[in-house]
């Protein structure tokens, strides 16, 4: 090859280049991903209702917001086994292989249970005697000041009154 002719391809390879670089530069950035779509919010009307502490101090006020907060969770996770009311009537498949998912309005039985264990249930899940996951673990999903809100939300719903108004049933 002629050194004309390597120096000619060696300027096509490189103007190649350049337009390709020119190409990818000009090219908009991807746009950016829609939102994830936000949970709707839970009619009041199904929800329990649960008993908020009264008082303006602020101990009063973070127990409001944690047990908010915490309902508000336990609504878009953990209803679909457990239901809206608590009560564990949500999931008739782990029933019908015994494995009822707890009923959290039993206040005898949540009594059993210290705040400690309750945490630790939810964010390690909880597994049967052959070691069967049968509820799952929420630690990759709350963050643990998010677990403490679901706790202080379950807590409270042993109290809670039914659903102001029987509408329609969730779907
Ligand atoms: C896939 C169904 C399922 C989901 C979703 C689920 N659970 Fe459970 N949960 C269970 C089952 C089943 C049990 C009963 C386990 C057993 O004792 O056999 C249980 C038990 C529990 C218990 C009692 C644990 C213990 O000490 O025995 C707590 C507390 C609890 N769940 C909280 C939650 C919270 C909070 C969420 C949402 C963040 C949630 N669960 C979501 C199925 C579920």
């Known amino acids: 090859m002629s050194p004309t ?3 000619l391809l060696l300027l096509g390879c490189g103007l190649l ?7 990818w530069l000009a090219t908009p950035a991807a746009p950016p991903p829609p939102p994830r779509p936000v949970a709707e919010p839970v009619p009041q009307a199904l929800l329990p209702q649960v008993p908020l502490p009264a008082g303006s101090d602020p101990q009063s006020e973070a127990l409001r ?6 309902e508000r969770i336990y609504q878009r996770l953990c209803y679909n086994c457990h239901g809206r009311q608590g009560k564990g009537d ?5 029933e019908s292989i015994g494995h009822r998912p707890a009923d959290h309005t039993d206040l005898a039985d949540m009594q059993k249970r210290s705040d400690w264990e309750i945490f630790v249930a939810i964010r390690d899940g909880v597994k049967d005697e052959r070691g069967w996951l049968v509820m ?8 643990p000041a998010q677990i403490w809100d679901v706790v202080a939300y379950l807590r409270h719903l042993p109290r809670a009154l039914p659903p102001p108004a029987q509408v329609a049933a969730p779907p």
Do not use: K, M
Not at 90 to 94: G, T, V
């Open 136 to 143: 799952p673990p929420w630690e990759s999903v709350l963050t």
């Open 90 to 94: 949500r999931n008739p498949y782990l």
């Open 17 to 23: 280049l350049a337009a390709l670089l020119g190409v």
């Open 65 to 70: 917001r944690a047990i908010r907060n915490g």
């Open 5 to 7: 002719l390597a120096r």
